[in-house]
């Protein structure tokens, strides 16, 4: 039964997530064009970020950071504490945030495709096939190179996202 928890807990995070973010688009329906293609942009790079820390806590050494502790150096306890939760961290970074930027990205991007197609001569056809293609490509293409920066600098990473945990203190 206790493995369960974890899972439970995670359904009810993602939906409260899900219901915030797309409550969020009702607030962005009416920017226009060039605010709304921010706005899209900046989810897809929340997305691709998150998707970089989950797979940095996955490849990230442990030891490196008992050593740090052993130094005194701010932060190590808590990219500890995140590599010991590894797979909790990664669930909630690539998963559950990456998850729903990905998915929130498609209905800001029909919105966009929508406001493109009201204000320029391109068919609602063409705006949704060049938004669509654009989201793929932005989303994988960054989601691509941001693993390999991940696996490359992991230990950086978890130490940066320790101690921005530990200065908002997450529990």
Do not use: Q
Request: with cysteine.
């Amino acid at each position: 039964m206790k493995n369960l928890n974890w899972p439970i807990k995670v359904f009810f995070i993602t939906f409260l997530l899900a219901a915030a973010f797309s409550g969020a688009t009702n607030l962005v329906a009416d920017l226009n064009v060039i605010a709304l293609a921010i706005v899209l942009i900046i989810v897809i790079l929340i997305g691709i970020i998150f998707d970089m820390i989950g797979v940095a806590a996955l490849t990230s050494k442990k030891e490196n950071f008992h050593a740090m502790a052993s130094k005194k150096i701010k932060g190590s306890k808590e990219a500890i504490n995140l590599l010991n939760n590894s797979n909790m961290v990664a669930t909630v970074c690539n998963d559950v945030v990456g998850d729903i930027c990905g998915i929130i990205s498609g209905s800001f991007g029909a919105l966009l495709a929508i406001s493109i197609a009201n204000n320029t001569s391109l068919s609602l056809v063409v705006a949704s096939i060049i938004v669509t293609a654009f989201i793929s490509a932005f989303t994988v293409g960054g989601k691509a190179y941001g693993k390999t920066l991940a696996i490359k600098n992991a230990d950086k990473i978890v130490h940066r996202v320790a101690k921005l945990k530990k200065m908002l203190s997450i529990h």
